[in-house]
């Protein structure tokens, strides 16, 4: 983010990196500030290794940059010297983007489809198109697929389950072993010729693109409904022993997790567990304290083109949920827009104030709200629910009296939270030794930060 006007025009500073202007994609790695690209280069490297895994997760939670890096994936792939062994094709899906078919598997097939065009035999298509129909949604499905197979192949194919599916149910209430056996069967036969069929569009698929492995990469999982998300993982386990087809999920493992959990609540089933079994390789994104600090200064100085902004990389808070890149982000273009405010020259209000008020908003935001005010009275009792113990340490010898005040009881949540405690303890240091001129320094940022639209 070295520019927010690439040659082809603005771009918003919320959305992901990615190619603005086609004839020049190197542009995405001058904005690349966090150099997620160093990553990218090493799960690159990693998909070209022969004992690589069939599924790779990328892990972080909202807003840490997963489309961002596989953004920089695909163009650090697609610009790789030629020399270099093992190309890949990478493949993009953006789950939430069609969630509501229903049918998380069609956009796979359909992105082969467009790879492969019609070299792949008809029974191939049927065997592949039967099992997502089967996954999905069977009229939603049919309504997708028809748009790009055969009409008459579908149908037959929709009609075989649905017969399979009522023979089985009648049989399954006459309890007749001998049926359900040959269910059994039957599935066990199926998901074997799915897997040589998928096997067969992906070998197909590499040779149209002149590439060694295809890497469907799948983004956004974590903001689909949790039935959809379950039945895409259980649906594509039988695709994850194809070779030459590595399957990577962008998401927050502890939201899919969580879904897992919700799904088979009530048995020993762990969320975790399930997607440490099917996935098991990850990469984590995520800021470190020590690392990262220069370049997370670097990017907000950026995005408020100062310079000067007064914020140090050793003041900010080394807390996972703060350091978040796209709460960072945001809280920096909140200090641009107080900073462009008509009477900002009469705000006495640090830069670096503003910034940590509008990042915990950012992070927390219901807490946020309850501390917003233009009240000194209000803001102090909050503020010494942090300090008051500080406060009034004091020695026998201190000749000052203990301070008394009214403090303003927060929510459980709020006062069992150690990371909120650390926070407002750093950020808000200043206000053990100057209190009144603190908290109105507090209350101008406030009402500036609530003139760009916070509460």
Partial sequence: MNTLQPQNGKISIHEPLEVTDPEHPEEIFERDILKRSDLAKRILARLREGDCPRALGIYGGWGTGKTSLLNLMKQLNEHSPSEIPGKLHILSID?????????????????????????????????????????????LAETALKTKFNAEQVESGAK?????????????????????????????????????????????????????????????????????????????????????????????????ASYINHKYEGTKMDGNSYL??????????????TLD????????????HNNAFEINENDIPQIPRVLVPRRLIKSAAKVLDFNKLPDRNEMSVPQTLVFY??????????????????????IRSILDNFFLLEASAQTVSDPLPPIKTNLLPLLKDYAED??????????????????????????SGISGLRKTGLP
């Fill in 160 to 256: 075989q389950i649905k017969e399979m599916v009522a023979d089985a149910a009648v049989h399954d209430v006459g309890n007749n072993h001998a049926s359900i056996l040959r269910k059994w069967k039957n599935e066990a036969k199926e998901i074997k010729e799915t897997n040589k069929a998928f096997a067969s569009l992906i070998d197909s698929a590499r040779k149209h693109a002149g590439a060694n492995n295809i890497v469907i990469c799948i983004d956004n999982l974590d903001r689909c409904s949790p039935d959809n998300v379950v039945r895409l993982l259980e649906s594509v386990k039988v695709f994850f022993n194809v070779p030459n087809c590595t399957w990577v999920f962008a998401m927050d493992s502890e939201v899919i």
């Fill in 357 to 378: 008020l509008a990042l915990l908003y950012h992070v927390w935001p219901d807490f946020y709200q309850r501390f917003s005010s233009s009240s000194e009275t209000h």
């Fill in 95 to 139: 789950a939430w983007e069609h969630e509501s078919s229903e049918g998380l598997l069609i956009p796979v097939v359909v992105e082969l489809n467009e790879l492969t065009g019609d070299d792949v035999p008809a029974i191939v298509w049927s065997i592949v198109v039967k099992r997502v129909l089967f996954a999905s949604t069977v009229f």
């Fill in 276 to 289: 440490d079994k099917i996935i098991p390789e990850q990469y984590h994104l995520s800021l470190s304290p």
């Fill in 293 to 304: 600090r220069k370049r997370i200064v670097k990017l907000l100085r950026n995005l408020v």
């Fill in 418 to 443: 150690q990371d909120l405690a650390y926070y407002m303890k750093t950020v808000f240091s200043e206000y053990q030794h100057q209190k009144n001129i603190f908290v109105d320094e507090i209350i």
